[in-house]
């Protein structure tokens, strides 16, 4: 069993270590079983992978949110790491190599840039300086975090710049297909049908998606009702929209319908499937530009089939829908590109199902990433740009064309103000000192065993707690719109609904803030703004 040994004195910047968020992985992402133990100096990692990990933990940022960072590769052995000092180490080598790579392919960054860098890595040289000085080398490694990641969105903006100077001789216009759901029932909003949804979107998207829901159009079996997706298709068909049909599969356990869960019989379940893809075919293929196959293909706590029988299910579909119509493109889905709750030898991690899929030649023609970042159990937790563009490069690289869907609880200043307002009064209500009663640790155990025990602290700070929020979300669209590898974007959620403010229209047919950084990230005129777009 190897070992690495942290230290850490000033946790105030650390997030919940949560044995569902905090993981240690390989340069595949995919997170280890390991076992932590606390001590008064920081912790010690027990694990029985024979690689060099690196570790994955949230770090605040500041008082209101908090980032997935990652240390550089740590060597295991008795030799105990400053954990501040290799979250710095990791976040400034994630700039300068992600910096060079652009170089290679003609990239000039700025005479600003090149000093951002040169400053960061003079002042990382001035925190492994302070080695012996506990204090001094935590704060300088945590004021260089907050340097590096503005420098790399300085490095972003000027990359998108080059790109888009590249590709279109200095045009703002955007040519990647812009999209959003067209689904009235994922928002539950006050404006109720497809039209007036569609009327809100006029002018900010040129694609639509509509999600034919199976359980619903088939609660019973052979009993089919198309009314809701023949409205919403309707509607998309009426505008100059290009037009997405998917998910046919969704791995979530509310998409299927009651009646095939309760079947037991394996090779039912595939035919019922494949019975599902074809009557959409017949109804749909000369409606529609594109299909979504299946999405969150990587979802293992979904419905319990593990990695095998998901493939076999969506290789059918495909199957299916070839020997249906042998010219409309289709692709397949995935969530958590980083596949954080993925553990090695537990599942598949996304990437491996995806090279599986390409194997079994189904002529896919692109993956569909789900990057919707949050901190809930199948969202992508926000990273850095950098982490964010290697994993795009990484996905990139099988050569096809790739969809990104994805949103944030993107926030106006006047929002934030009071969501801050709103933590200060919680704050300043909470008693002086906790009960003993709730300074409460927990153990988790993996798979049952004991010695693979770990122990955190529970998180006790109620509404106080520190949201999850992707840091320049704005430049991550903008690096979505102009990267290359991306021909597609899908906004997740065309409207707000009652629990969650991600939506591009609230709950009375208005354009919301999310819309407005919508529009800037693709350079799109306002008709209604008269304020510049930078």
Not at 27 to 45: C, F, H, I, N, V
Not at 100 to 118: K, N
Not at 344 to 371: C, K, Q, T
Not at 394 to 403: A, E, K, N, T
């Amino acid at each position: 069993m190897a070992e690495i040994h942290l230290e850490v004195d000033d946790r105030s910047r650390l997030g919940d270590l949560d044995p569902s968020v905090a993981y240690l992985s390989g340069l595949d992402l995919a997170p280890w079983k390991s076992t932590w133990e606390r001590s008064d100096s920081g912790w010690t990692l027990r694990f029985s992978e024979t690689d060099s990990p690196r570790l994955h933990l949230p770090v605040k940022l500041n008082d209101d949110f908090q980032v997935m960072l990652s240390t550089a590769t740590m060597r295991p052995g008795p030799r105990p790491y400053r954990l501040w000092l290799e979250i710095a180490r990791g976040t400034v080598d994630r700039l300068r190599n992600r910096v060079s790579a652009w170089q290679v392919l003609d990239f000039v960054p700025s005479h600003r840039l090149r000093q951002e860098i040169e400053r960061c890595s003079l002042e990382f040289c001035v925190a492994m300086g302070q080695h012996r000085d506990v204090a001094a080398c935590e704060r300088t490694a945590q004021s260089l975090i907050d340097q590096t990641l503005e420098a790399m969105d300085l490095a972003a903006e000027e990359y998108v710049a080059w790109q888009r100077d590249s590709a279109a001789a200095g045009s703002s216009n955007s040519s990647t297909l812009r999209g959003v759901w067209l689904d009235v029932e994922r928002g539950s909003p006050h404006v109720g049908t497809a039209a007036q949804v569609a009327d809100a979107l006029d002018d900010l998207v040129n694609t639509v998606v509509v999600c034919p829901c199976w359980n619903e159009i088939e609660a019973r079996p052979d009993q089919w009702n198309w009314s809701s997706v023949d409205e919403r298709l309707a509607a998309a068909n009426s505008r100059p929209w290009n037009v997405v049909l998917g998910p046919l599969l969704s791995f979530q356990r509310s998409a299927w319908p009651e009646w095939l869960l309760a079947q037991t019989d394996h090779v039912e379940i595939r035919r019922s499937v494949q019975r599902w893809v074809a009557k959409l075919m017949e109804r749909y293929a000369g409606q529609v530009d594109l299909v979504i196959l299946a999405e969150k293909v990587n979802l293992v706590d979904g419905l319990g089939w593990d990695g095998p029988t998901r493939l076999q299910l969506v290789i059918d579909a495909g199957t299916t829908l070839r020997r249906a119509v042998d010219n409309l493109p289709y692709v397949v889905g995935f969530t958590q590109p980083f596949s954080e709750s993925q553990y090695r030898g537990v599942d598949y991690p996304a990437f491996h199902l995806a090279d599986a899929l390409l194997r079994a030649n189904l002529e896919i023609s692109g993956f569909a990433l789900d990057f919707e970042f949050g901190g809930g159990p199948t969202d992508t937790r926000p990273r850095d740009l950098c982490q964010l563009i290697d994993r795009l490069a990484h996905w990139g690289s099988f050569g096809l064309p790739l969809v990104v869907s994805t949103s944030a609880e993107e926030r106006s200043d006047a929002e934030w103000v009071a969501l801050r307002a709103a933590r200060a009064g919680f704050r300043e209500s909470e008693p002086a000192e906790r009960p003993a009663s709730e300074e409460t640790t927990r153990e988790v155990k993996d798979d049952g065993n004991e010695n693979n025990s770990r122990t955190f602290e529970l998180s006790t700070t109620g509404p106080g707690a520190v949201d999850w929020v992707q840091p320049y979300f704005r430049r991550w669209l903008e690096i979505l719109d102009s990267s290359g590898v991306v021909d597609a974007v899908f906004w997740s959620h065309a409207l707000d609904s009652q629990g969650s403010a991600r939506g591009l229209v609230n709950r009375d047919g208005e354009a919301t803030h999310r819309a407005r950084v919508f529009r800037q990230a693709f350079g799109l005129p306002d008709p209604h703004d008269t304020l510049p777009l930078g």
